[in-house]
């Protein structure tokens, strides 16, 4: 079945920058774009930022020249690396993919930005 697994999250100041990566198992990762999401408490899923099979990639205007989603097929591993980061910043990142018409989403991985 379809897997995927968050991890890198943490507790960073303000400016400083993480690395955040999903690993996924049971599709076939090259043909597939993946996606990260993000939730802040009371506030709606939004998409941070996805990349496509080819590599190309699009980011939400909030996170444009901050962050950069990259993605190593051969480690079937997609990657969100997270610079500058804010107090703004801090939700809880979801690696994501829908396949046919099913959503599929891992755990998640909590980023707090805090001085």
């Known amino acids: 079945q379809v897997q995927l697994v968050e991890s890198g999250g943490g507790l960073v100041q303000p400016g400083g920058s993480l690395r955040l990566s999903c690993t996924a198992s049971?599709?076939?990762?090259?043909?597939?774009?993946m996606n990260w999401y993000r939730q802040a408490p009371g506030k709606q899923r939004e998409l941070v930022a996805s990349i496509t099979s080819s590599g190309g990639t699009n980011y939400a205007d909030s996170v444009k020249g901050r962050f950069t989603i990259s993605r190593d097929n051969a480690k079937n591993t997609v990657y969100l690396h997270m610079n500058s980061l804010k107090p703004d910043d801090t939700a809880v990142y979801y690696c994501h993919i829908m396949i046919a018409i099913m959503n599929y989403w891992g755990q998640g991985t909590q980023v707090t930005v805090s001085s």
């Open positions: 049971g599709f076939i990762f090259t043909i597939q774009a």
